[in-house]
């Protein structure tokens, strides 16, 4: 619950300063959680807000490619801020070499030797990878070793 009062936190400070486009962002993040709460019937602890957060970004990126291919330079620059703002509540991201590791590990642990195995390596890596690394790209890279 840490994570969740984090950013209501961040909620009153933004009103405070005066920074509307932030508030604006956290906003709707405090929205989002509410709603999944509201949807689940259930409280959501730092795991699922983060996952609320990730889904956010992705969405965000989304629309960047989006509006990049369209000419849209300047939705594209509103998408980036809104990822800023909600990056801020997400755990410091793996390098590429933690990235290879993990998925080392999970290949071993799992004994995966085929793409047939590829749901049980991802299963293995989305708990200590989440919210620290791009999950589309990891999977890429499984893919790749494992075909």
Do not use: H
């Not at 689940?40 to 730092?46: A, I, N, Q, T």
């Not at 957060?53 to 992705?58: A, C, D, F, R, T």
């Not at 969405?59 to 809104?82: F, N």
């Amino acid at each position: 619950m840490a994570l969740k009062q984090n950013i209501m936190d961040q909620v009153k400070q933004a009103m405070k300063a005066g920074e509307k486009d932030r508030l604006k962002v956290l906003r709707m993040l405090t929205a989002a959680i509410k709603q999944r709460e509201v949807d689940e019937r259930k409280e959501l602890g730092d795991v699922e807000v983060l996952g609320v957060i990730e889904k956010m970004v992705k969405q965000r990126r989304e629309s960047i490619e989006q509006y990049t291919a369209g000419g849209r330079e300047d939705l594209a620059e509103v998408e980036r801020q809104e990822i800023d703002v909600l990056a801020d509540f997400l755990p410091e991201p793996l390098s590429e070499a933690e990235i290879d590791a993990l998925i080392d590990q999970a290949m071993t642990d799992t004994g995966a030797s085929a793409m047939a195995d590829m749901g049980k390596v991802m299963g293995q890596l989305k708990g200590p990878m989440q919210g620290r690394a791009d999950m589309k790209q990891v999977s890429a890279r499984v893919r790749a070793r494992l075909g």
